[in-house]
């Protein structure tokens, strides 16, 4: 008796499993998948990695206004080449500086309080200021943006990063910066 029970169980475990090209269909579709989803993902990311620094630089903005109602002086953010002091020279991509100008010389001085220093972007993340913000941006202790000449001071930095739409990240006549999404390609 228990040796026909035995062979019935022996019967019924055998012929589960699977074949050889069952298994050799199942990995064509899982890497017909996988090289399907991979540039979606990347894709993803990179626009992920741009968003994340053009809220970055809002945050930034935000900080640099709020620092200088806080402080009561002037506080300006400027790009960097050696984070020490402000340059003149490429984009901010290279870092910046963030720190309270209370002499209003719109240079980081020995006695100056630097709040924040950021170097390279890295990820292959660009941006670049117009005119008005293309070298600083200057807060007064009110929280407005203004220039060191006391002119009004709006603008827009673009984040770019290649092959993906261009952020802008747009300084308000209140001070206050918005991130806008573009249709622009960058290169």
């Known amino acids: 008796m228990e040796t026909a029970w035995f062979r019935e ?9 699977f074949t050889f090209i069952e298994i050799t269909i199942a990995l064509v579709i899982f890497g017909l998948l996988l090289t399907a989803a991979l ?21 930034t903005l935000d900080i640099a206004r709020s620092e200088a109602i ?34 209003r010389s719109g240079q980081v001085d020995d006695d100056t309080i630097v709040l924040r220093r950021e170097g390279p ?3 292959g993340i660009t941006m ?19 220039l060191l000449s006391g002119a009004l001071q709006m603008g827009t ?20 910066a918005r991130i806008d999404k573009t249709k622009d390609r960058c290169p």
Request: include cysteine; aromatic fraction near 10%; charged fraction near 25%.
């Open 121 to 123: 972007v890295g990820d």
């Open 39 to 59: 540039p979606a993902y990347r894709d993803w990311i990179a626009a992920q990695q741009l968003a994340n620094h053009a809220h970055y630089i809002a945050d």
């Open 9 to 17: 169980r022996c019967r019924r475990t055998t012929g589960r499993g």
């Open 128 to 146: 670049h200021g117009n005119r008005p913000v293309e070298d600083y941006v200057s807060y007064t202790s009110l929280g407005h943006a203004r």
């Open 70 to 103: 806080k402080h009561g002086y002037r506080v300006n953010l400027c790009k960097t080449r050696d984070r020490r002091q402000c340059s003149d020279v490429g984009g901010w991509e290279q870092g910046w500086l963030l720190f309270v100008d209370e002499n």
């Open 157 to 176: 930095f673009v984040i770019c990063k290649p092959g993906q739409n261009a952020l802008k990240v747009v300084l308000a006549n209140s001070g206050r």
